[in-house]
């Protein structure tokens, strides 16, 4: 057993608060945010190798609904919930029209690097609960500012999820220092030094590190949660593809454009237009 840590401070110097005790237990911060939660009644639905940086919930009402990933093909089935992380490609299609409730989230840069896939779990007494909840509150006529029940729901679906699913996350700890760096800054203009210095290396073993654990250059990385953070605002926002640019660190709509054509084989306007 690991011995307790003694906290002096927690606290800056000269601060007029005091802090003082025994750390016995301490554990890493977690974040779910949730994007979209609807439900839907589909007459079609057909969508062509989508791939998208946040996770999609799936809950059919009836069957009809399939999924297909790498050649295999998934029918969503009543009394089950889907899981799809992000980065995953897929196609859709319909046997017939079918009705799904649905939520996109996101886990953090840790947790949404899971590997690709579908996951499929029986649905529990609570998760039915909360979907109950979540009819309820859709059947209210005035706007519904925290759907809460969605949180519950997102979370206990992915608390299924096997421990193999998150092996991806295995990172030398300096690497995972630059990389929530890089994460909290994506609007500034950073340059491989800051990255390296916050991580405690220098450029060149920060490059090596980079290769070795993600087979990248921590700039391409960068350029990835970028481009990442824009895709989710285009698809979740009305703000504009030129507020989105600044916001995510791309410079300008034309730079934004370029690498999301680059990077993703599409535009902005083309990637905001598929969501409607």
């Excluded at 996109?104 to 779990?121: K, W």
């Amino acid at each position: 057993m690991k011995p307790e840590t003694s906290i002096l401070s927690l606290v800056p110097s000269g601060s007029a608060h005091r802090v003082h005790g025994n750390r016995s237990v301490a554990l890493p911060g977690v974040m779910v945010d949730i994007l979209t939660t609807r439900k839907i009644e589909l007459q079609q639905w057909e969508l062509r190798r989508l791939n998208d940086p946040y996770w999609r919930l799936y809950w059919p009402m009836n069957e009809g609904g399939i999924v297909e990933i790498d050649g295999t093909r998934t029918l969503l089935k009543t009394g089950h919930v889907y899981l799809i992380p992000p980065h995953t490609t897929f196609s859709t299609t319909t046997s017939r029209p079918f009705t799904k409730w649905y939520a996109h989230f996101n886990l953090g840069p840790a947790a949404d690097r899971a590997a690709p896939g579908i996951h499929r779990f029986s649905t529990t007494a609570h998760m039915r609960s909360l979907l109950k909840s979540l009819v309820r509150l859709g059947k209210r006529q005035e706007e519904v500012r925290f759907p809460w029940s969605a949180i519950q729901l997102v979370t206990e679906a992915v608390q299924c999820l096997p421990e193999s699913v998150w092996e991806k996350q295995r990172l030398d700890a300096r690497v995972q220092k630059a990389m929530d760096f890089m994460h909290q800054h994506l609007g500034l203009k950073l340059s491989a030094e800051q990255i390296a210095r916050h991580a405690g290396l220098s450029v060149r073993n920060l490059n090596h590190l980079f290769q070795q654990e993600l087979q990248q250059p921590p700039m391409r990385v960068l350029l990835d949660y970028r481009l990442d953070e824009a895709c989710r605002l285009l698809r979740h926002t009305e703000e504009s593809i030129e507020a989105i640019a600044e916001q995510c660190g791309l410079v300008n709509r034309h730079y934004f454009s370029r690498m999301l054509r680059q990077y993703r084989s599409t535009s902005p306007a083309a990637y905001r237009e598929e969501s409607l």
